[in-house]
């Protein structure tokens, strides 16, 4: 994800991503954007350096260790790491491949299948014992 070129739209965070170079449009649910609205209300571009200017994504990745380590948050966590979790937390919640895909900006969706695997496990292992006891009668 390009720190650089994120930006607050009016309804949603638009990013493009520096490995993938994929546009990502993600709607913001309304706690971040009074979150965004409250950091930077008319900033174009809200991760920023303490002097004002847009951060690098390495300077991001330093400022994520240091915010880590004045919290509980386990110190062994990275931003690419929130992106696994996201991802997992929307295959949890049901959405397809698609819909996780276009959120996280991965392509090919092979990519959504490895992140999600473990989450998709449980869903469907749930899903095929509801659709056994529907169809047994015990």
């Not at 847009?54 to 260790?65: K, T």
Request: hydrophobic share 35%; aromatic share 6%.
């Amino acid at each position: 994800m390009s720190l650089s070129s994120r930006h607050k739209g009016e309804e949603a965070i638009c990013l493009t991503q520096i490995k993938t170079r994929a546009y990502v449009e993600i709607p913001a649910q309304e706690r971040l954007q009074a979150s965004l609205d409250a950091i930077a209300p008319h900033a174009e571009t809200f991760i920023c350096t303490g002097k004002g200017k847009r951060s690098s994504s390495n300077g991001f990745y330093n400022q994520f260790v240091k915010w880590c380590e004045r919290t509980s948050i386990p110190k062994d966590l990275s931003p690419h790491g929130l992106k696994k979790t996201i991802a997992m937390r929307l295959a949890e919640a049901g959405c397809t491949p698609h819909q996780i895909g276009v959120i996280t900006g991965h392509e090919p969706l092979k990519e959504v299948d490895r992140y999600t695997r473990a989450a998709n496990k449980t869903h469907l292992a749930d899903e095929g014992m509801q659709a056994l006891s529907k169809k047994r009668s015990f």
